[in-house]
Structure formats: structure tokens, C-alpha cells
């Protein structure tokens, strides 16, 4: 006689405020008491892409009472199972993304403390014993969360925001806006003789152009008292809200 595993359906999880993004699923393993003694270690495989959590977080579940969850660092695959508490089965419940979808699952039996074999098994009457079998599963990923309903909101609105920004200049920099708009403020300085496209080329990087130089020995004495007519600007929005009752 084979082992057969099948699916027992899901249930929300029996603690507040666990929301619903998340369900515990429950799996059965039937076999006769010498495939599966009293003691006996058993686990199922699930695919690494799919967000588990660990049991150890619900202690007051009962259906989790004894699942240990372990990740292979070599296949990269979750094994979640249980310790047979009687002979002939046991089922095995981990808490996983409430939405479904079908993949491959394996049946491993402990052979030592830290060693796994494959087990054959069956997922219902009419097919055939093999290490991999096609069942229902949680679907890969983490859920994706929409937030509560408007009308379960419990907290205080902002009244008013502001926007506001921090500069960080930077020291050294010259810009080629900044530089051009200064030419009409200081009209007999080399700042005219500038274009957009001195700017450009080896003659910028290496301020073999007179002009780009002038601006450099300038933008240097400016640079000793901290100051750059270039930075960049971080913005930040503040809320304002009621004080609370």
C-alpha cells in the first residue's frame, strides 16, 4: 500500500488582527504503521518561491502544534512537516499566501537527524506511486496587500502639509545655467563670452578655455566658504494633525 497525501482545504487564522492575506493550510499523510510509525518524521517539499511563515509566530494555534519549518540551502526548496504522534498518519498544516495554485510537491522521510529520503506516494485513487506529484498549493510570492476599508479607519487625518526642501551644494560644480544668467549682472567680466557649447568638449574638462577657467578660480574662492551655485535639493512633505482626545 502507497502513502497517500491530499489537500484538506484552508482556514483563516484563528488569531486577531492576522487579516486574511494569509491562511493555514493543511495537508494529510496516510500510510499503513510500518510506512509511517509512531515517531517518525515526515515533511513535505514546497517550491522556494513561495512565502511561508514560520509557525513558531502562532503558538496558540492548535493545527500548528509541532510543524517545524526548515529551508534547503541546496535546492533552495521549504520543508514543512510534523512528527507522527500514532502510527498510520499525521497531517501536516503550515500558515501560507491564502491564494492558490497548483505545482509540484515531494514526500520526504527522516532517515537520521539531519538526513532526508523521497517517498513514493499518492495523491488519490486511480494514480500511479511517484516521488513528484502535481497538487494544490499556496501561490508563489507574498500577498499583496490593499490596506483596510475606509470605513475601519481609526486614526487622525492631517489638517495641512508642507513641502519643503534641503540643499546640499555642490562644491566645485559649475553650471552652465547658473554661469550664462550671471552674464547679465556682471557685464564686464568674461561670463559674455561664454556659450552653451564651451561648456562641451576637452576644453571643459581640462579648463583650457579661458573663460571656463576664470569661472573655476571664481567658483574656488566660493568653494572655501561653502557655498555652490549647484546642489541638489531633497524634498520632504510635513503633516500637521489634530491633537488627539
Known amino acids: 500500500m502507497a502513502i497517500v497525501v491530499s489537500f484538506l482545504g484552508t482556514f483563516s487564522i484563528p488569531v486577531p488582527e492576522s487579516g486574511t492575506a494569509y491562511r493555514v493550510w493543511s495537508y494529510r499523510v496516510d500510510g499503513t504503521g510500518s510506512e509511517i510509525p509512531q515517531g517518525q518524521r515526515m515533511a513535505l517539499t514546497l517550491p522556494a518561491n513561495v512565502s511561508l511563515l514560520d509557525p513558531s509566530l502562532f503558538p496558540d494555534v492548535d493545527a500548528l502544534d509541532g510543524t517545524f519549518l526548515w529551508r534547503d540551502p541546496v535546492s533552495g526548496r521549504h520543508l514543512v512537516g510534523r512528527t507522527a504522534t500514532s502510527p498510520g498518519g499525521l497531517i501536516v498544516s503550515f500558515v501560507a499566501p491564502a491564494r492558490t495554485s497548483t505545482g509540484e510537491l515531494q514526500l520526504l522521510r527522516a532517515t537520521s537527524p539531519a538526513g532526508w529520503a523521497p517517498v513514493s506516494f499518492l495523491t488519490g485513487p486511480g494514480g500511479s506511486p511517484a516521488a513528484v506529484q502535481t497538487l494544490v498549493l499556496p501561490a508563489p510570492g507574498a500577498p499583496a496587500h490593499t490596506g483596510r ?7 487622525t487625518l492631517p489638517y ?74 531633497s524634498l520632504f512633505r510635513q503633516y500637521f494633525f489634530e491633537p488627539g482626545k
Open 149 to 155: 476599508p475606509v470605513y475601519d479607519f481609526a486614526g
Open 160 to 233: 495641512a502639509s508642507e513641502l519643503f526642501g534641503v540643499y546640499q551644494p555642490l562644491i566645485g560644480w559649475i553650471g552652465a545655467q547658473t554661469t550664462m544668467t550671471s552674464a547679465m549682472v556682471l557685464p564686464d567680466s568674461r561670463h559674455p563670452a561664454l556659450s552653451h557649447e564651451r561648456f562641451l568638449g576637452e576644453a571643459a574638462r581640462t579648463l583650457s578655455d579661458d573663460a571656463l577657467a576664470a569661472v573655476a578660480d571664481r567658483q574656488r574662492v566660493m568653494a572655501a566658504g561653502g557655498l555652490s551655485p549647484v546642489g541638489l535639493v
